[in-house]
């Protein structure tokens, strides 16, 4: 009985070439997970730096609509609106649109009024432009007006600037006037009727280039001309531009 028992035992235990096999069968079919997991895992990443640069472009359109449609007129002598524009300027110099304006913000409380504006900063850091927005409360911008109206939008510190939305570049405003198409416009101020509503147009590098800028060597001088190799092969091909028409409330 008991040699019978081994002789069966023997004869059910894996050879050699059995358990080769299926080591084999199980590191292939490991590999073919962890591909797939890989491939799965970047799609995520992508997908979610996708959704990131999409989301913040979103939110910094609805903060401009919010703000804008809180224009107050002209308050002591001083614009409400002014856009600024310096055509021309040299790579790696230039300065883009930038849009300040007086606002009745809610959180600011019940006539109070604050000084805002928007435009593109260089970040040195994060070797992009982002898209900033300015702010003064109240109390800072009263103290302005009273004092020193010309510097009520000046913020040479840059501590009143929120970064909204990260690789912008090309920020562009255009008033519109009713029954005209929009245009480009030399520095101006409106301190009394305002256009119907203006036109903001920026840029915003694509989430397959945000990818790959993180490793290559981009300067300002990179993204301020499109004939550079690297802005060619890297960021134009990628680049999404958002454009919003907002209506100002007092605007005619």
Same mark, same amino acid.
């Given at each position: 009985m008991?040699r019978?028992?081994?002789r069966?035992?023997?004869?059910?235990a894996?050879t050699l070439?059995?358990m080769?096999?299926a080591?084999?069968?199980?590191l292939?079919?490991a590999?073919?997970?962890l591909?797939?997991f890989?491939?799965?895992?970047t799609l995520w990443?992508?997908?979610?730096?996708?959704s990131?640069?999409?989301r913040?472009?979103r939110?910094a359109i609805?903060?401009?609509e919010?703000?804008l449609a809180?224009?107050?007129?002209?308050?002591?002598?001083?614009a409400?609106?002014r856009l600024?524009?310096?055509?021309?300027?040299?790579?790696?110099e230039?300065?883009?649109d &930038?849009?300040?304006? %007086?606002? $009745? #913000? !809610?959180?600011?409380?019940a006539g109070?009024?604050?000084?805002i504006?928007?435009?593109? *900063?260089w970040?040195a850091?994060?070797?992009c432009?982002v898209l900033v927005?300015l702010?003064r409360d109240?109390?800072?911008?009263?103290?302005a007006?009273?004092?020193?109206?010309e510097t009520v939008?000046?913020?040479?510190?840059g501590?009143g600037e929120?970064p909204?939305?990260?690789y912008?570049?090309?920020?562009?405003v255009?008033?519109?006037?009713?029954?005209e198409?929009a245009s480009?416009f030399p520095?101006?101020a409106?301190?009394?009727?305002?256009p119907?509503?203006?036109e903001?147009?920026?840029k915003?590098?694509g989430?397959? &280039?945000?990818?790959? %800028?993180a $490793? #290559? !060597?981009v300067t300002r001088?990179?993204?301020?001309?499109p004939?550079?190799?690297?802005? *060619?092969?890297v960021?134009?091909?990628y680049q999404q531009?958002y454009?919003t028409?907002?209506?100002l409330?007092?605007?005619q």
């Open positions: 008991n019978r028992t081994v069966y035992t023997a004869r059910r894996f070439v059995e080769l096999t080591s084999v069968l199980a292939f079919i590999g073919l997970v591909g797939a890989r491939a799965t895992a990443r992508r997908s979610e730096q996708r990131d640069t999409a913040e472009a939110t609805d903060r401009m919010r703000d809180m224009v107050v007129p002209a308050f002591g002598g001083v409400p609106l600024s524009h310096l055509p021309g300027t040299p790579p790696g230039r300065v883009y &930038a849009l300040y304006a %007086l606002a $009745s #913000l !809610p959180d600011a409380g109070a009024i604050s000084a504006g928007y435009r593109c *900063r970040d850091a994060a070797r432009y927005r702010f109240a109390e800072a911008t009263l103290t007006l009273e004092t020193a109206p939008f000046d913020d040479p510190s501590a929120e909204l939305a990260r912008v570049w090309d920020f562009e255009r008033p519109c006037v009713k029954g198409p480009a520095n101006r409106y301190p009394g009727a305002l119907a509503w203006v903001i147009r920026f915003v590098a989430p397959l &280039a945000v990818e790959k %800028l $490793s #290559l !060597p001088e990179t993204w301020e001309n004939d550079d190799p690297l802005f *060619r092969r960021i134009a091909p531009t454009v028409r907002i209506r409330p007092i605007g």
